[in-house]
């Protein structure tokens, strides 16, 4: 390899190994500053350890305070030793928190750098334009954006229309077009214009954009804390309280006893190797982790809560276009009514469509002309266009000779020209079982026929959903197909529930129905009439292509703009609280098995207590250390399990806790035995080696002079 073909690969791993220092130093100062006070308030358990630590240090290095405690010799090096493992438990605690928040520092620094340096063209009330930072922009105000320039915050195109790069925020490299007028006018603070010059009106004030709730989101500052995170807290803090009074319990039993001497070190070990420290400590990265693999799905969760409500999901309603079928139903026959030339229906049907830009009206212009119809030359200056409406469920055209020519549903065309010919009827009816779609077609008040629609089924989708059920959730599908139709997609997607000819307004009616009986309810939506219906839900996944309307009411936006992206919401929701779980129950068994160390240990010479020692641990302080270190060291063996999350399987409820009662389960009884046997070995190894015994004296000493 010569110097030029080495040079840029040796600055690609000086600037590697310069990020990963930069990054490793970040990461021991922000666990470092975790020791604050402040901080550390904010979980019980840890700060419980933190008083403790002080406690003891006070006792080690000042140990006339207390007077009826004897630290002298060996026993004060012991104190010390009690000192430097509580230490160490809890700074494995903090850089459990900080690496989760490391994660995201680099896309945060990088967010930070591009929201600095974005400027805004002001578009004034007299039409000319002033330069001015971003940050100076307020709600309402409107701006022009030309190519190769930065959109400054949120809004929504108000004029022309325009290529996008949203690779920066979404990770895809395929550009997204933005035009005004249409559905699809919602732009985020920080992508690029391509080409074309929009005008955007700002929807968001500056701090809190899109951008701003990325970085937040990133850097772990916004993470509140979810109501099972909370419940969880308060019930390891009710446990740390019951120990409390169990080790005060303890100690009136040695005194009983009498031939039992216990320390304050030996029962500040024992109370936090049986308060619930691995859990405790672990909390707070499970709960940003979690967060994180949300966002690497490309979904930004406006808080924990929501990522932790589809977690705990029953229902989830999905729309049947672009969710449970691939969404562009194409035109695949024609169907005339008797006595109607099927040239008729193909041309009348072509001229329904002709201004028709859906894929479903232009499906039916390809088939019309490729079977040869003929279509009149539309002037759109002497026509009207009659667009689709939820309401009244048919579109077509009325021509300037006064001709009207519609397409539409069954019913619909059938209550505009007051009879339906029973052939088109069971034509329809069959169709609709076969999970198709009619649609009718009429010129004037006479019915022509009917145009066949074909909507796929998007492959895997049944599979999806069996897993759905699998975990417990209920699906519903939402259509304004009529009733047969919808039910020929349901039976082959497999859903549960199927709702037909649905308003906008239905999904809200459906979701305030499963909330009266107490269920916990996700939708997606993209338009301004979902908006109620994402507010309203508790999990409501806003597509990023929609109106700024309905990803302010939504608690999720999906950048990739893809509604079944639920489903894998619902999969990184569930994970996060099977990781919770499984943790707490492996925290649980580990504090049961450091019973058979600690007590043997306590009560030592004691009548019938040996049969407890089943790990045949003879030194009281040894086994002690070695429990208390165990504590310790197992906080940061979890972290990476904490961080990656369990791996989570559909499966049902009672099998999900069967396996966490064995893996976890006894998985933390049995390596809680082997670790502290292991650790014990090894500081009976330690304490046998002359030169340790050496530098026991030597400390001895020093503390003997303190």
């Known amino acids: 390899m010569d110097a030029g073909t080495f040079a840029p690969a040796a600055r690609s791993r000086l600037r590697f190994r310069r990020h990963a220092t930069t990054r490793g130093t970040q990461v021991v100062w922000n666990a470092l500053r975790k020791f604050w006070p402040g901080h550390a308030v904010h979980n019980s358990v840890m700060f419980v350890v933190y008083v403790l630590l002080l406690f003891i240090l006070v006792i080690t290095f000042f140990p006339w305070v207390f007077p009826d405690v004897d630290t002298r010799g060996f026993d004060q090096l012991y104190y010390l030793a009690v000192a430097v493992i509580l230490f160490l438990t809890l700074l494995f605690a903090a850089f459990a928190e900080a690496i989760a928040e490391a994660q995201g520092q680099a896309q945060a620094a990088s967010l930070r750098e591009i929201q600095s340096t974005i400027q805004a063209r002001k578009v004034l009330p007299n039409g000319r334009r002033l330069t001015l930072p971003s940050s100076q922009l307020r709600l309402g105000d409107v701006v022009e954006v030309r190519p190769s320039e930065l959109i400054p915050l949120d809004g929504d195109v108000v004029k022309g229309a325009a290529q996008i790069d949203e690779s920066m925020m979404t990770g895809e490299s395929d550009a997204v077009v933005r035009e005004a007028g249409g559905d699809k006018t919602s732009v985020l603070g920080g992508s690029r214009v391509l080409q074309g010059i929009i005008e955007v009106r700002v929807t968001t004030r500056p701090g809190e954009g899109f951008l701003d709730r990325m970085i937040k989101l990133v850097e772990g500052a916004s993470r509140e804390r979810t109501p099972n995170e909370i419940a969880l807290t308060v019930l390891l803090a009710a446990l740390t309280l019951a120990l409390l009074v169990v080790i005060v319990a303890f100690d009136y039993l040695a005194i009983s006893v ?26 707070p990265a499970i709960g940003m982790a979690g967060v994180n693999r949300v966002s690497r799905a490309n979904v930004v969760a406006k808080s924990g809560r929501a990522v932790e409500a589809a977690g705990d999901l029953d229902v989830l309603i999905l729309d049947k276009t672009g969710t449970i079928t691939i969404g562009n139903r194409l035109a695949t026959q024609f169907v005339p009514a008797p006595d109607v030339d099927p040239k008729e229906l193909m041309e009348a049907a072509l001229l329904a469509s002709s201004l028709d830009e859906t894929p479903e009206g232009r499906s039916i212009v390809r088939l019309a002309t490729r ?78 026929g009917l145009v066949i629609l074909k909507d796929v089924v998007k492959p895997g989708i049944k599979d999806r959903i069996r897993e759905l059920k699998l975990m417990g959730i209920r699906t519903v599908m939402c259509t304004g197909d009529n009733r047969l139709t919808a039910a020929a997609i349901g039976r082959e997607s497999g859903v549960d529930e199927v709702i037909a000819e649905a308003k906008p307004e239905t999904k809200l009616e459906v979701i305030n129905r499963e909330k009266r009986y107490g269920h916990l309810v996700a939708m997606t939506g993209d338009g301004t009439n979902d908006a109620p219906a994402l507010a309203r839900a508790d999990v409501g996944l806003a597509m990023n292509s929609g109106t700024s309307a ?37 925290s649980i068994t ?16 004691v009548a019938g207590v040996e049969f407890l020692n089943i790990m045949g641990l003879a030194n009281p302080h040894q086994a002690i250390l070695a429990t208390l270190l165990f504590n310790a060291i197992t906080i940061p063996l979890l972290i990476p399990l904490a961080l990656r999350g369990v791996r989570f399987r559909p499966s049902s409820a009672v099998e999900l806790l069967r396996r966490n009662i064995v893996i976890y389960g006894f998985g933390g009884l049995v390596s809680a035995f082997v670790g502290i046997k292991l650790l014990y070995i090894g500081l009976s190894l330690l304490y046998a080696n002359p030169l340790f015994i050496h530098w026991v004296a030597l400390g001895r000493a020093i503390l003997g002079g303190l």
């Open 371 to 448: 079977r040869g119809a003929l279509g009149e030359r539309v002037d759109p200056e002497k026509v009207r266009l009659v667009p689709f409406t939820p309401e009244r469920r048919i579109s077509g055209i009325v021509l300037d000779d006064g001709r009207e020519v519609y397409k539409g549903a069954v019913a619909s065309i059938e209550s505009l020209t007051g009879h339906m010919p029973l052939e088109v009827r069971q034509a329809a009816q069959e169709a609709s079982r076969q999970g198709m779609t009619p649609l009718a077609v009429s010129s004037g008040k006479r019915v022509l």
């Open 590 to 605: 580990n504090d049961v098995a450091k019973y058979f160390a600690i007590l043997p240990a306590i009560f030592t010479g």
């Open 258 to 283: 009498g031939t039992v001497t216990l320390d304050l070190a030996t029962l500040v070990a024992l109370f936090v190797c049986l308060m619930p420290t691995t859990i405790g400590g672990l909390l």
């Open 550 to 586: 309905a990803k302010e009411a939504g608690n999720m936006v999906d950048l990739d703009s893809d509604p079944t992206k639920l489903i894998e919401v619902v999969s990184i929701g569930k994970q996060l609280l099977i990781t919770r779980g499984s943790l707490t129950t492996f």
